[in-house]
């Protein structure tokens, strides 16, 4: 049987494309079975449950999603220009664009969600300048580093896993604020807010797509082991973060 996180991936990914990735989903499948992440975990959904009850925490919680996509966008921006591999670049970039999106995103639903919630000037500034809004006519001006600046393909395979375990970690987030914003949604909302939800999940899972696509195409190339020792690595790391994280998640304030 399969890794319950490796099988909620291989759900989504089936919600939106015909592909097969045999090799990824073994790789993916052993590196969960080996390090579990936290996110994997039934407490780890009834403590994000346990914390959403509290109204405010749920506010803050929306203002430090958008914080995280916008500066996850910011991230994958400079991760395209140090990248080695040019034939990647167009897909990291739209993912860019996507989580800069994401960011814009869930301060709408904030305020869809709470709408009479007022703001101290500083807090509106600094949930602002948390957005990248780039957009095709709005990116940032460093575009591509020159090549003896640029990362090595292995480092930038392995900077690829880290995205990707980001966006399983996103996914999984997004399930789990779907529920709590369905209660707290007054009913005028609740329409856009489903729509909103819907499209962070299906962006999310298009995330995990291209990267598997990826992954897959490098396992046929006969480097399933090597990929298979970053995953599991790359895993452990995250695993660790995100803890670290977890706790840093208590103390948050707008
Ligand atoms: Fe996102
Ligand atoms: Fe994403």
């Known amino acids: 049987m399969m890794n319950n996180l490796a099988s909620l991936v291989m759900e989504n990914l089936r919600d939106i494309t015909a592909c097969e990735y045999p090799g990824y989903a073994r790789i993916l499948d052993h590196s969960f079975c080996t390090a579990p992440p936290p996110f994997s975990m039934n407490w780890f959904g009834r403590r994000y449950f346990e914390l959403a009850r509290d109204p405010e925490w749920f506010a803050n919680s929306l203002v430090a999603n958008s914080a995280l996509e916008g500066y996850g966008s910011t991230q994958i921006w400079n991760f395209s220009t140090r990248m080695q591999q040019d034939e990647y670049i167009d897909a990291v970039r739209q993912h860019a664009m996507d989580e800069s999106r994401h960011s814009t995103m869930f301060v709408s639903m904030l305020h869809l969600t709470f709408p009479g919630l007022s703001m101290d000037a500083g807090t509106e500034e600094r949930i602002r300048m948390q957005q990248p809004r780039y957009s095709r006519d709005n990116l940032p001006g460093a575009r591509r580093a020159a090549p003896e600046c640029r990362m090595s393909s292995d480092d930038s395979i392995s900077e690829l896993v880290g995205v990707h375990l980001t966006e399983i970690r996103a996914l999984v987030l997004q399930y789990l ?35 598997a696509r990826i992954f897959e195409a490098l396992a046929n190339e006969g480097r399933a082991d090597q990929l298979a020792d970053m995953f599991e690595k790359r895993v452990r790391e995250f695993n660790d973060l995100t ?7 208590k103390q948050m304030t707008i």
Do not use: N, Q, W
Request: hydrophobic content about 40%; charged content about 35%.
């Open 243 to 249: 803890m670290i994280e977890l706790e840093r998640e």
């Open 177 to 211: 604020l779907r529920s709590v914003i369905r209660v707290y949604a007054p009913a005028p909302s609740e329409k856009r807010i489903g729509m909103f939800c819907a499209s962070l999940i299906r962006d999310e899972a298009r995330h995990i797509d291209y990267t």
